[in-house]
């Protein structure tokens, strides 16, 4: 299984961007998914994660800017990240609880994509 992100880039404070990310490879379901981000010398924390069931968290700092949504036809989760602000910028990573035909569910991490919001 692949976790591909993309739509990561540089923009003034203010501005939007859509995170994607695609997963591949041998999914049977796909349980739940998540995006988190890891700034620049902190550790990584959780952003905004869809569960089984349908609930949506958001964490505080990015709850009524950032949107969390799934195309399960493609295998595909999008951020959408308006108002952003200095303190968005990170590497947002994604991840995804992922069950093979076989049942087994494994975790999984995308390889990161750069967000870099100026004042």
């Known amino acids: 299984v692949q976790l591909v992100e993309s739509g990561g880039g540089s923009v003034q404070a203010g501005g939007s961007l859509r995170l994607s990310c695609a997963a591949s490879g041998s999914i049977g379901r796909i349980e739940s998914m998540g995006w988190y981000r890891q700034p620049p010398g902190k550790q990584r924390e959780l952003v905004a994660r869809?569960?089984?069931?349908?609930?949506?968290y958001y964490a505080d700092s990015v709850k009524g800017r950032f949107t969390i949504s799934r195309d399960s036809a493609k295998n595909t989760m999008y951020l959408q990240m308006n108002s952003l602000e200095f303190e968005d910028t990170a590497v947002y990573y994604c991840?995804?609880?992922?069950?093979?035909?076989?049942?087994?569910?494994?975790?999984?991490w995308g390889q990161g994509t750069q967000v870099t919001v100026s004042s």
């Open positions: 869809g569960t089984k069931v349908g609930t949506i």
């Open positions: 991840n995804a609880d992922i069950a093979n035909f076989a049942g087994t569910i494994t975790g999984h």
